[in-house]
């Protein structure tokens, strides 16, 4: 079965950067859609962005616009989501997820039941 394994979460400062790494255990990556979702205290998880098997398709949530980028190396079977100028707002619990329909087919990108595996998270606290 697939496992996901998210690194490179911690602690930053507001306004500083980090990099999410998204691997499988013994498998590669190269033919699922990816989703990273997050999860703050109190709050539901949501959609932060995704990105098609090819790379050719990307999305982001509007609160991460303009500051996150997604990107994958199909070479490497690793997925990554770059987060930059990061607000005290970003402080959650992020997760990746596998999806094995393609891009468009059933649910939307950014929707959690388009995902059949998921990681077990890596946490980011961006705080001062």
């Known amino acids: 079965q697939l496992q996901l394994v998210e690194s490179g979460g911690g602690l930053v400062q507001p306004g500083g950067s980090l990099r999410l790494s998204c691997a499988a255990s013994?498998?590669?990556?190269?033919?699922?859609?990816i989703g990273w979702f997050r999860q703050a205290p109190g709050k539901e998880r949501e959609g932060v962005s995704c990105i098609s098997s090819s790379g050719g398709m990307t999305m982001y949530a509007d609160s991460v616009k303009g500051r996150f980028t997604i990107s994958r190396d199909i070479a490497k079977g690793t997925v990554y989501l770059q987060m930059n100028s990061l607000k005290p707002e970003d402080t959650a619990v992020y997760y990746c997820?596998?999806?094995?329909?393609?891009w468009g087919q059933g649910a939307l990108p950014m929707q959690e039941r388009k995902y059949d595996y998921w990681g077990q998270g890596t946490r980011v606290t961006v705080s001062s």
């Open positions: 013994g498998f590669t990556l190269a033919y699922y859609d």
């Open positions: 997820a596998a999806s094995t329909t393609g």
